[in-house]
């Protein structure tokens, strides 16, 4: 995998910085074109065996602290955030609240340790700021629906749909196609390449306990909404759809170096932060689908910045090599490249961008992720928690309507892991029994409990718990950004990054209604609630990072990061107020594009992932275009008669 990355001057089509699902998926693509590809990946390629990957399973159950990088091997070359200690790779003032997500710098990137929930957007999350004056407009074409609010044009509309569905085939997606319904994006006669994983024993318990249940939302007028338990979409494998592709069906990819393995989710329960059978998706199922006669991965290569001629064109990158992660040795390399594509984390992309010099003020600005409220409780029977996907089904309603001009708008994820939630969320639970006697941390300690009696009393609480996580839709904020400073700076030279990051009123409105909505919820399932913040709280190392603390219901709760960072590259049509078009190339350099979460306008209440495959899919596209115009044969012909372009861009 490595041959490569000690050549210096070799010439390739593309340079792809990253090999995570966004630079994968662009590889492929380019790949299949017949484009010769270069992947430069930071981190390391352990996982990409699997002896390696069996390992990092190995690693996780051994940890501690289960937090989503534990199975990976820290890198101190190439240095990961971490959930549980915030400033350890970036840089933020002590004093306001952090930005409070992860990410894996590794081969893979963090889609080794994501959840594998891929919901669409719903379609009015693409013109927010016209519909419910929040956010950012997307750079496509709008039209009135029938409640009078802006969708996507027709054109641009079958355009995000065609390359949404080929995202749900490369990640290789299991759903019911009625939830497209949620998402306003309704396809007829569409199936999923697999049918939907069934719903958990706790999805139907809380189902049934609601009935036709309804519950108030509170804005500017109050709504009375039924909150419906829905499937959730996930990239995972489950039975293959025979309608699919006009009956031609869809064979699920097995795990990487074991194909025949993880076709079907066996329902480990460590989805996050590794599936032991790789029945989730990873961006290592795309690699063994490389033509690897045309792309190239090499592994503990650092893009240090992207070159640039007189004429603002890239003409390729630097890079640092390093063998040993301990060691602080490296070589510096060039690589040339017709195209250069970032695709890293959204916050990486950024600090790339700015150690290169790129001179537009947007970039890094508009930092957003997905800001999580959890709310915990006890159902009155046992609902078999602790078994399955992370999430199998979703309560919908709370995605769009009238109170967005007021309320951030929320989905409800229903959490199948009983409160396994916090990375130490079960020794916590016994430590707290042992040291004070008792879970709630409001009442005076009692006399540990210990041997029979403290497996009893786990045996009572376990299999009633349940947890709801309300995702929050957070707007673009240009205060909320990424910036570097040559103060800061990893072990390598390299940048880390210094991040600005709040959330507004807007988000706390939301979060504030999401615990009223919970309340009422618990109240109709008959659950004992059991959050039980204290306002003198304190984050300590191996805490979760908290973003905040909001008062609601006369309790504290916390206010998390979901891990879902977006925005730093923003898109748009005006190089004055965003950093890449549509196709997510350059205003400021035509050759240059920053693909992923990172060039979104708004994230809504969808996980991104999906959202970034089908952009990264559309670039691909637009870079084959590209790529054909520089490599088209120049002939002189008279005046109307030239060869036909490329695509153009809208």
């Known amino acids: 995998m490595n041959a490569s990355r000690y050549a210096d001057r070799h010439r390739y089509d593309a340079v792809v910085v990253g090999s995570g699902v966004y630079g994968s998926l662009v590889a492929k693509r380019l790949g299949e074109r017949g484009w010769r590809v270069l992947v430069l990946e930071a981190g390391t390629g352990t996982t990409a065996s699997w002896e390696g990957y069996t390992e990092a399973v190995r690693g996780f159950r051994a940890a501690l602290l289960k937090s989503p990088n534990s199975p990976y091997l820290s890198n101190p070359a190439a240095p990961s955030p971490d959930a549980t200690d915030p400033d350890g790779y970036f840089v933020q003032n002590p004093d306001v609240s952090p930005y409070g997500s992860d990410y894996l710098r590794a081969m893979g990137g963090t889609t080794l340790h994501w959840e594998g929930v891929v919901p669409r957007m719903h379609e009015h999350d693409f013109f927010g700021l016209l519909n419910y004056g929040h956010g950012r407009d997307w750079p496509f074409s709008s039209e009135l629906d029938e409640n009078g609010l802006n969708v996507l044009h027709e054109e641009d509309r079958k355009d995000v749909q065609k390359y949404y569905r080929q995202a749900e085939h490369e990640l290789g997606v299991c759903g019911d196609a009625k ?29 049934r306990r609601l009935g036709n249940t309804k519950v108030t939302l509170h804005a500017e007028k109050s709504f009375e909404l039924k909150p419906t338990v829905v499937p959730a979409p996930q990239a995972r494998n489950g039975i293959p759809n025979p309608d699919y592709d006009n009956g031609r069906g869809y064979r699920p990819k097995g ?34 689908q490389f033509d690897h006669e045309r792309v ?234 059991w959050n039980f913040t204290l ?13 905040d603390t909001i008062l609601a219901g006369g309790k504290y709760h916390e206010i998390l990061g979901a891990r879902h960072g977006a925005g730093t590259h923003i898109m748009g049509d005006d190089v004055k107020t965003s950093v890449v078009d549509s196709y997510q190339c350059s205003h400021d350099h035509p050759n240059l594009y920053a693909v992923g979460c990172g060039s979104l306008c708004s994230v809504g209440t969808s996980n991104p992932t999906l959202t970034g495959a089908m952009l990264a899919l559309r670039s691909a596209d637009q870079i084959h275009d590209d790529l054909l115009d520089l490599n088209r044969p120049v002939t002189v012909r008279a005046p109307g008669h030239l060869p036909a372009a490329a695509s153009p861009r809208n």
């Open 179 to 207: 939830e497209l319904e949620h998402s306003g994006m309704t396809i007829p006669d569409y199936v999923y390449p697999m049918k939907a994983l069934p719903q958990s024993y706790m999805d139907q318990v809380i189902s």
């Open 255 to 288: 795990a990487a170096g074991l194909p025949n393995y993880g076709e079907r989710c066996v329902g480990n329960s460590s989805c996050i932060p590794i599936c032991p059978v790789q029945a989730k998706y990873t961006p290592l199922r795309t690699h063994e």
């Open 296 to 529: 190239t991965v090499a592994t503990r290569s650092i893009v240090t910045r992207v070159l640039f001629n007189t004429h603002g064109r890239a003409t390729g990158v630097e890079y640092q090599v390093y063998d040993d992660p301990r060691s602080t040795a490296v070589t510096t390399h060039y690589v040339e490249g017709s195209m250069v594509v970032l695709a890293a984390h959204a916050i990486e992309n950024a600090k790339l961008l700015l150690a290169s010099g790129v001179k537009n003020d947007n970039i890094g600005r508009n930092l957003m992720d997905h800001p999580l409220v959890v709310t915990q409780g006890l159902m009155p029977e046992d609902v078999g928690p602790h078994r399955g996907p992370a999430a199998t089904s979703f309560i919908d309603v709370f995605r769009d309507g009238p109170w967005r001009n007021t309320v951030a708008p929320f989905r409800i994820g229903l959490f199948n892991w009983g409160w396994g939630f916090k990375a130490d969320s079960f020794s916590r639970e016994v430590r707290a029994l042992v040291e004070r006697g008792t879970l709630k941390p409001t009442e005076a300690a009692k006399a540990p409990v210990i041997g029979r009696a403290l497996r009893d009393q786990l045996a009572k609480h376990m299999p009633r718990q349940f947890q709801l996580e309300f995702m929050l839709e957070q707007p673009p904020d240009p205060n909320n950004r990424v910036t570097i400073d040559p103060a800061h700076r990893d072990r390598l030279g390299n940048y880390r990054p210094v991040i600005a990051y709040g959330i507004d009123k807007y988000v706390r409105a939301g979060a504030e209604q999401a615990v009223a909505v919970s309340g009422q919820l618990f109240a109709a399932l008959g659950a004992e609630e």
């Open 535 to 547: 306002p003198q709280h304190k984050h300590r190392k191996g805490d979760e990072a908290v973003i």
